[in-house]
């Protein structure tokens, strides 16, 4: 069982894009694979990204039941991903509450594609393949923006809507982005 440390924003590892994986059998992402578990599930996250741990590689995992940071979200299957990639399914775009646990305490509106198709490979290679909308559409895009060098702050069209945890929280819970 190994935390890692997860690398808050201002760090500036976090504004740089990934480098996809090339191999799929070294010790060295079977252990990356290993720490973004142990650290997603000791912080309660929603989704990891390799980056974010200090790792800048093209991995990225998410998955809930019911999460206390989330308690209006549908479960999604835990998911691991590497060289994730995906494209829009349509032009809608939403608004939403998101937080992350490279910006602690803090909450954002974030505008989202609400379909998309993703795809990407597990450890063994094998290709992962999905068409997901609204809750698990956001957290894939989130997940991805890290690998990409994205923060949330960047896709929030209205800097009002960013606030303290402890300020916004009754909004976050009933999803009010007004
Ligand atoms: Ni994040």
Redesign the pocket.
Known sequence: MTIKKILIMGEPSLWQPSKPITNFTTKDLESLIKDMADTMEHKRGV???AP?IGINKRVIRFGCKENPRYPYAKPISMTLLINPEYEPIGNEKVLGWEG????PGLRGVVQRYQKIHYWGYDVAGNKIERKVESFHARVFQ??YD?IDGV??PLRMPDLHKFGFEEIVMDKVLKCDIS
């Not at 992350?100 to 910006?103: F, N, Q, T």
Request: proline share 0%; net charge negative; hydrophobic share 40%.
């Open positions: 989704g990891i990204a974010q992350c646990l490279s910006i989130h997940e890290h923060l949330y």
